[in-house]
């Protein structure tokens, strides 16, 4: 699973102050991607993405998955999806 895979899979997210129950942010895109059947996860919490990135990258600590998802979070609410994406993609790939 790479980011690249998911943002084909779902390219474009929206903030959720803009997003409706069927849109997405970069992090439930992470979610919906993981969890294809779920309705719940298109604008996940923190700690529920920080669960999800801890989950499919075991080389995160709690610590740096919980800071990588928060930073995810942050970037995608201000409009900044390239940014959300770039640091998924560093999350998936992190060693620690």
């Not at 920080?50 to 740096?64: V, Y």
Request: with cysteine.
């Amino acid at each position: 699973m790479t980011a690249a895979d998911i943002r084909a899979a779902y390219p474009s997210p929206c903030t959720a102050d803009t997003g409706t129950e069927t849109d997405y942010c970069v992090g439930g895109a992470l979610c919906l991607y993981k969890w294809p059947k779920t309705q719940y996860h298109h604008f996940p919490s923190v700690p529920l993405l920080a669960a999800t990135l801890k989950d499919i990258n075991p080389a995160l600590t709690r610590h740096s998955a919980l800071r990588r998802a928060k930073g995810i979070t942050v970037a995608n609410d201000a409009g900044l999806f390239d940014r959300a994406w770039h640091l998924l993609d560093l999350a998936l790939k992190a060693k620690h």
